[in-house]
């Protein structure tokens, strides 16, 4: 159980397009969602918390006009880049906490996350 | 502002051999420790920790918490080269999970 999918595993796009990402909590409902970036060989940095049926909270340094949040159902998030740069080219990585009741709401499980190129 | 230090950075070893990695952390209104393994996309969950004393084990894996000294030792015995991996260590407070900087291990045949 506890399984969390993301879609696509790997997008190449040009500079000025946007991309957007999906993250499926497959078998439970998830109140909350995170987004994490992750450079090569340095630790997940999350970027936003995303709550069913409320705004994302983003993290400090975090532009929320760029990376557009949106958490419609209790198994989905997406994750929009807009407008993307070179210097967007990241791992983009979702995780999602359980209900109360299911798994556990403290621990997060991670979605296989997207490779992201910007050319 | 929370933080979480994963000691060491980086550690080679030989097929057989047991390692510790550790985890400290200092944060405000704690409420549990996560231990990841991270190969080559996302992290996979091993123990959450929630009491101190309490060891977590799964096979070869144990871990456990000391939150009187804030800290979290992660030990895995007779290792294999499928533990190569980055482990990361969070904490949750409140609603976020903060990360160290994981600890890259390396086990050679």
């Known amino acids: 159980g506890a399984v969390v999918s993301q879609h696509p595993s790997r997008v190449i796009c040009k500079s000025g397009t946007s991309v957007k990402i999906e993250c499926r909590s497959l078998d439970f409902q998830a109140t909350t969602m995170f987004w994490y970036r992750q450079f090569p060989k340095k630790s997940l940095m999350l970027m936003a918390t995303?709550?069913?049926?409320?705004?994302?909270?983003?993290e400090q340094g975090v532009e929320k006009d760029k990376f557009l949040i949106n958490h419609a159902s209790l198994t989905l998030s997406t994750l929009t880049v807009t407008s993307a740069h070179p210097e967007d080219s990241s791992f983009y990585i979702c995780?999602?906490?359980?209900?109360?009741?299911?798994?556990?709401?403290?621990?997060?499980?991670f979605g296989p996350g997207t490779r992201l190129t910007v050319l | 502002e929370d933080k979480v230090v994963q000691s060491p950075l980086s550690l080679v070893v030989h097929e057989g051999d047991t390692v510790t990695l550790n985890c400290s952390y200092e944060v405000t209104n704690f409420r549990s420790l996560l231990w990841y393994k991270q190969e080559k996309k996302a992290p996979t969950f091993l123990f959450m920790l929630t009491s101190s004393g309490i060891e977590k084990k799964s096979g070869r894996l144990s871990s456990i918490l000391d939150k009187k000294e804030l800290f979290s030792i992660l030990n895995i015995t007779a290792t294999q080269t499928g533990d190569s991996a980055v482990y990361l260590c969070?904490?949750?407070?409140?609603?976020?999970?903060?990360f160290g900087e994981g600890t890259q291990l390396t086990v050679n045949p």
């Open positions: 995303s709550n069913e049926g409320s705004k994302a909270t983003y």
């Open positions: 995780s999602a906490r359980g209900l109360a009741g299911g798994p556990s709401t403290d621990t997060q499980y």
């Open positions: 969070g904490e949750t407070s409140g609603s976020r999970l903060t």
